[in-house]
């Protein structure tokens, strides 16, 4: 059982009229250039859970539950880990205390090569609901979704792009982009060789979150925020972008847009685009449901339903003329969600017809989702 002083200090946080327990929280290692925030990496992260230990965290810290993100030095992280070693000394499991007795380890650490500075971040947030307050925020629910708890568009997300910066990403790490020719100079000058994998907002999603039972061909075509369940494959050409994926077993040859959701056992064809709500305004959220198929080079603008096919070759947006099997016509965002449907362009005609299907395509191969 946790000692009774220390149970009784949580059982006073949480009684004051100020705080309330937050949604989520994780304690992470910030990068920062200057007053910059480069990215926030966390280890652990939380969501309804471990309350006694964020109430601590954030006394110690001096704030509030509602308060962002608080930068802890080590007289912090040492009161903290003082505090809470009577609730942690059940030999139980606390990944959260094992994380902190980590950094206070490497507090001392020597300074990146690039002159950034890392330092320990408590990181709070009240809502879900709520957008985003800053970077770290940001990246905390990022997190969430790659650590798959929670899934895509649970998560508010609105403003993001706003509140992240634009990062040289490299072997050494996030850089800053303003002097980075002259850094790149001058580390190259000690001896160094410094690799650039890319210039964005969004980082890899495995420099942070390694799932367990997924295979990704290609770690660049992953972002930071993409949520792929146990028994996802991404081939080489499989994109999944933040705040979409997958919920089971699928293979991933083509393109998960932002906010798109495939269901268990669908297969992405190569080439293969699922349209996201990114780009020119769309609010509409498309979602493939089970034992879909779409084919190499389609693509869709609506939901699918469970069992259907796109023939490949076709991209069947909102507005697509689609034929019933009646003679009639609708356009395809009528059809939107339904299942058992195969959409396939008449070679004679050029016209894009919709049939039931009949009977079942082969199915994934299961042998190639087992991925532990």
């Known amino acids: 059982m946790p000692d009774a002083d220390v149970s009784a200090r949580i059982a006073d946080i949480r009684a004051r009229p100020s705080w309330h327990d937050p949604a989520a929280f994780a304690i992470g290692l910030a990068t920062f250039a200057g007053t910059k925030v480069l990215d926030t990496w966390y280890p652990v992260v939380n969501l309804g859970e471990n309350e006694g230990f964020v109430a601590v965290a954030a006394d110690v810290a001096g704030v509030a539950s509602d308060a962002g993100t608080v930068r802890l030095d080590r007289v912090q992280l040492t009161r903290l880990q003082a505090a809470l070693a009577p609730l942690v000394a059940d030999g139980g499991d606390h990944p959260n205390a094992d994380l902190l007795s980590l950094m206070i380890a490497s507090f001392d650490a020597p300074r990146s090569p690039t002159g950034t500075i890392v330092a320990p971040v408590l990181t709070v947030i009240e809502s879900l609901d709520d957008p985003p307050v800053d970077t770290h925020d940001v990246y905390l629910r990022l997190h969430l979704l790659s650590h798959r708890r929670v899934q895509p568009n649970v998560a508010n997300l609105d403003g993001i792009f706003g509140l992240l910066n634009n990062v040289v990403w490299t072997n050494l790490g996030p850089c800053d982009p303003d002097g980075f020719e002259s850094l790149r100079l001058a ?15 969004f980082p890899r999603m495995t420099d942070y979150v390694i799932p367990s039972g997924v295979r990704i061909a290609d770690a660049s075509r992953v972002r930071l925020g993409a949520h ?15 705040n979409a994926g997958t919920l089971g077993n699928a293979m991933v040859e083509g393109r998960i847009s932002q906010g798109v959701i495939v269901d268990v056992d669908t297969d992405l064809g190569g080439g293969a685009s699922i349209m996201g709500t990114l780009s020119g305004g769309g609010k509409e959220v498309v979602r493939l449901g089970k034992n879909c198929l779409l084919g190499a080079n389609a693509g869709v603008g609506i939901s699918l339903g469970d069992g259907c096919i ?21 356009k395809a965002r009528q059809l939107s969600g339904q299942d058992g449907l195969l959409f396939r362009r008449n070679s004679r005609s050029g016209a894009v017809e919709v049939l039931a299907v009949s009977g079942s395509w082969t199915g994934l191969n299961a042998a190639l989702h087992t991925n532990d």
């Open 187 to 201: 580390i190259r000058a000690s001896g160094l060789q410094l690799h650039v994998d890319g210039l964005d907002k």
């Open 228 to 242: 792929l369940a146990a028994g996802t494959t991404v081939m080489h050409e499989g994109f999944v972008n933040y």
């Open 310 to 330: 796109v023939e490949a070759g076709l991209y069947l947006t909102a507005g697509t003329i689609v034929g019933l099997p009646d003679g009639t016509e609708v």
